[in-house]
């Protein structure tokens, strides 16, 4: 044990290191704070209902009716109990609270990967702190994009997995590889996982390349077949993160439409349409913020304080110096393509001269995939500014066009871009009497980067327009907010001035980060510093810059106690109002605010509202026919909402409208109208009566024994026990009768039985469901139990076995291995 503590010594001090960065960063999460993300707020609107009947029973229902009148929870959250990275994940928080195990990971993560390299242990931490400190890493922590983060961290060590494979470590490559790609997927953000996938095909093509050029076909061969055991493993291990949601996924506004016109969220033919998914665009020139941050005037807003040229402005018309410190704060500086964003895609001054100087002089069978990964994803991430390459990918590439806001591709050279920047000082360290013209080549770079910092320094109007393509939309509302035209037209110049002067300020900061990482390069490549002062530097100005800017967005401001989080959804007294009413089944509709666009409605009541990603498509086509312009009451009525909250615009004050022709959580219907097709059944919910007709397509109609169906006033059908997953009517009926549910139509899971006996669920009204059902006295109950779930859950906890089983097959024969390899002795001993 003493010898394998002195074997590692460099790697255990490294590995304490960078914990003790993890403390510091995150100091708030040790004294009991927490942040209160956005995106974390609404998540726990959706899962409300869900953790209710969880912790009552002790098992999470697979099916919640808090958004959208109905949707499966594979999406929001599902415990995953037969999958052992479920509790791997679980440990780790055990010990390192929530967001601080996500730096944990990127910065472990990063390290592997630059072992894997065989980089020099403290280069390797330096390379780790690159990784890990990528403004956006941050930023989607702050903005409570969990998943994608944690699926971010798990990149590296893919990554470094593969490359041991390919070298022909298959064992602990494979192992290792089935574990960290188990992680990735178990965090189910599939846009991310999607992404690297495009990332590591550019390496297999690499590779292919080499073993052919090599005469290496065969081992090629072998090392691919034993990544794609690997891979079929973690998928095994993750089936119930895939299977159910793949399942879902077809019938949501990232599969294919219904109704042959649809708007944003949709496509015509399958995936979402190219406006919806090219929203977040990385502009051309917005990729100066890799090297300068806020080239492009940083996050949104918030960025300009009292001292700006904006809040002097405002001050010479009599504003208090507060007055025009806050509205200088609610300026928009940030003048990109976007809508709006949360900080810039910033990768490290230092990082971006070391990256271009890996070009130049590395010489490693990785740089040439590093690089063009790099400058394919980079031309995806234009997306509408790109088109012709965009658009190759979103029309051909399989499932490119089921995700949206594609900038988020730029999470590859995230990490690719520090890979070859840590390259080029490990080749300055081991190899460089290799590399002709050094000299040249570094002062080349070096003083190209530098020129560029000191250019946008002291002139930044010479590169920069800092104006968006909307600044006249831009003027117009500010000159009809201050109420004067030339007013309106001084405020966007001190604006501009101010957005000006935002980038010459970073573009001195990045001009000083770049000349110390050249200096520190420089005198050791001249023998004049040694290398512990060299990677001292190095590691230590990285570290400072990515560190600074990270903690503009996230920072000791962005945590709250878990009380003041909680205030994120206050219960106010419309809804104490409104939980009066007992009956479990009736919904919410909650105009105060956006209600298809925030989930906090559902935290408190059966919302027809929410927020999520992937809606049922036929619940977005109703939205975009029924609820585009003016709200259909009638499609109100069949969602059986009894409630409305509007808000009076001039007092802010909430209203509640009571409902009395809400047509309740199940009716009999009179007549039953067969449409032909989808089209014909959206037109018809136009304008009709749900209490008294129910339209069924042309599909179901040889499960309907007569349309004509006489007076339903003797018939009567209540809901007698309610829970997400299961629900019970008893009804009585004198003849045959036709049954409408005001509940979701969802055909992957859901069962119905009358007095036990399954009967076929019927899809009535575009998207609820029916039952045709026999006269007499009856219970009906509808259970949601998924066939996907059951042969996944089996299939997760057979493989996370096997998975295990290989790791501990790995530990077992290095064990021997080293066992078995002589020691060394002294001469004569």
Not at 167 to 191: C, D, K, P, V, Y
Not at 416 to 440: C, G
Not at 733 to 743: M, T, Y
């Amino acid at each position: 044990m003493k010898t394998w503590f002195k074997e590692n010594a460099s790697h255990l001090t490294i590995i304490a290191i960078l914990i003790v960065l993890v403390f510091f960063y995150f100091t708030p999460v040790w004294q009991g704070k927490t942040l209160a993300q956005s995106d974390v707020v609404q998540a726990a609107g959706g899962q409300k209902e869900m953790f209710d009947f969880k912790e009552k029973d002790g098992d999470a229902p697979l099916w919640t009716n808090s958004m959208f009148g109905g949707m499966p929870v594979y999406q929001i959250w599902l415990g995953h109990e037969a999958n052992v990275t479920t509790y791997i994940s679980k440990a780790l928080r055990a010990v390192f609270p929530p967001p601080s195990d996500i730096l944990l990971l990127y910065l472990l993560g990063g390290y592997f990967l630059f072992s894997v390299l065989r980089v020099k242990p403290w280069l390797a931490a330096v390379g780790a702190v690159a990784l890990a400190f990528s403004s956006y890493n941050m930023i989607y922590i702050e903005a409570g994009h969990m998943n994608k983060a944690y699926a971010i961290a798990y990149m590296a060590p893919i990554i470094g997995s593969i490359i041991l494979c390919y070298r022909g470590s298959w064992l602990w490559g494979g192992s290792l590889l089935a574990l960290f790609m188990a992680l990735e997927i178990r965090t189910n953000h599939i846009q991310v996982t999607y992404y690297l996938f495009i990332a590591l095909l550019v390496l297999v093509g690499f590779e292919l390349y080499y073993a052919i050029r090599d005469k290496q076909v065969k081992k090629f061969v072998q090392n691919s077949a034993v990544q794609l055991g690997a891979v079929l493993v973690a998928v095994m291990v993750n089936a119930t993160v895939l299977f159910p949601t793949y399942e879902y996924s077809k019938l949501t506004t990232r599969g294919k439409a219904n109704i042959t016109s649809t708007e944003q969220g949709g496509s015509s033919d399958s995936g979402l349409s190219k406006e919806y998914a090219y929203g977040w665009s990385q502009g051309v020139g917005e990729n100066l913020t890799l090297l300068i941050p806020n080239a492009y005037g940083g996050r949104s807003g918030g960025v300009l304080d009292g001292d700006s040229h904006v809040a002097k402005f405002v001050k010479s018309l009599n504003a208090t110096d507060e007055q025009a410190a806050q509205f200088a704060q609610s300026m928009q500086t940030y003048w990109g393509e976007k809508m709006f964003t949360s900080g810039p895609w910033y990768f490290g001054a230092g990082i971006i001269f070391l990256f271009i100087l890996g070009i130049v002089i590395v010489q490693n069978k990785y740089k040439w995939w590093l690089v063009s990964a790099t400058v394919l994803t980079i031309f995806l991430a234009f997306g509408k500014h790109l088109p012709f390459i965009s658009d190759l990918f979103f029309d051909y590439f399989p499932m490119y066009n089921k995700f949206r806001a594609v900038e988020s591709i730029l999470v590859i050279p995230s990490v690719l871009i520090p890979i070859l920047a840590i390259m080029a000082v490990d080749q300055l360290i081991s190899r460089p009497t290799e590399v002709k013209n050094l000299d040249k080549k570094l002062l080349y770079v070096g003083g190209s980067v530098a020129a560029l910092c000191l250019l946008v320094a002291l002139i930044p109007d010479l590169f920069l327009n800092f104006r968006s393509s909307t600044h006249q939309q831009l003027v117009a509302t500010y000159q009809q907010q201050v109420g004067d035209a030339a007013m309106g037209n001084e405020l966007v110049n001190a604006l501009l001035k101010d957005r000006a002067a935002i980038a010459s300020a970073d573009a001195w900061r990045s001009l000083l980060i770049v000349v110390l990482t050249f200096g520190a390069i420089w005198f050791f490549v001249k023998k004049k510093a040694s290398l512990t002062v060299m990677l001292a530097v190095v590691g230590l100005v990285t570290l400072a810059d990515l560190w600074t800017v990270d903690k503009r967005y996230l920072n000791n401001d962005s945590f709250m106690s878990p009380t003041a989080v909680q205030d994120h959804m206050p219960k106010r007294e419309v809804d104490d109002l409104i939980l009066m009413d007992k009956d479990p089944s009736y919904r919410v509709f909650d105009l105060s605010t956006s209600p298809f666009q925030d989930a906090r409605q559902s935290y408190y009541h059966k919302s027809l509202g929410g927020y999520h990603a992937a809606k049922l498509m036929r619940f977005q086509e109703i939205l975009e026919h029924q609820f585009n312009g003016a709200i259909n009451e009638d499609v109100l009525d069949m969602f059986n909402v009894r409630y409305v909250i509007t808000q009076d615009q001039k007092s802010g004050s909430e209203r509640i409208q009571r409902r009395s022709s809400a047509a309740g959580n199940a009716w009999f219907v009179d007549k039953i109208t067969i449409v032909k097709d989808d089209n014909e059944e959206m037109n018809a919910l136009d304008s009709f009566n749900p209490r008294k007709e129910a339209f069924v397509s042309k599909a179901f109609e040889d499960k309907i024994k007569a349309t004509q169906l006489g007076n339903s006033s003797n018939s009567d059908i209540n809901l007698v026990s309610y829970h997400p997953d299961t629900m019970r009517y008893e009804y009585t009926a004198p003849r045959d009768a036709f049954a409408v549910f005001s509940e979701v139509y969802y055909d992957k899971g859901w069962k119905a039985y009358v007095d036990g006996e399954e009967v076929p669920i019927i899809r009535a009204d575009y998207l609820l469901r029916a039952l045709q059902l026999p006269g007499g006295n009856h219970t009906v109950e509808f259970v949601f139990a998924p066939q996907s779930m059951k042969i996944s859950t089996t299939l997760s906890l057979i493989f996370s076995v096997l998975m295990v089983l290989g790791i501990g097959a790995a530990l077992f024969f290095q064990y021997r291995k080293k066992q078995n390899t002589p020691k060394a002795h002294p001469v004569g001993k």
